[in-house]
């Protein structure tokens, strides 16, 4: 099993940042890649970005040019900087991580329980 234990979250005003952690642990053999999501309420859980293990990057339209995605892969850990936000970034933001597992020859997809960012004046 995997945890991935999130931090980070909060309030900010538009124009605010804030950075997002997320730190993976348990049995893990590779960690092919860790990203974010959000889900704001009455909408669909959205991609926001994603690092795999080889470091290709995508964000989401959205967020593009306003976060940044990085990772600290010693530990496990993923790192979003959002910079530039808006009203419209209010969202529970959830961590996710796709861990690769040899002895069934798969991959399994694992979620954190998400962290509040609230973007209001």
């Known amino acids: 099993q995997v945890h991935l234990e999130e931090s980070g979250g909060g309030s900010a005003q538009p124009g605010g940042s804030l950075r997002l952690s997320c730190t993976a642990s348990?049995?893990?053999?590779?960690?092919?890649?860790m990203g974010w999501y959000r889900q704001a309420p009455g909408n669909q859980r959205e991609l926001v970005a994603v690092i795999t293990d080889g470091g290709e990057i995508n964000y989401g339209e959205s967020v593009n040019g306003r976060f940044t995605i990085s990772r600290n892969s010693a530990k496990n850990t993923v790192y979003l900087q959002m910079n530039s936000l808006k009203f419209e970034d209010t969202a529970v933001y959830f961590c996710?991580?796709?861990?690769?597992?040899?002895?069934?020859?798969?991959?399994?997809?694992?979620w954190g329980q998400g962290t509040q960012v609230t973007v209001s004046s």
């Open positions: 996710k991580t796709v861990v690769w597992e040899p002895l069934v020859g798969r991959t399994y997809d694992y």
């Open positions: 348990g049995s893990i053999f590779r960690i092919n890649r």
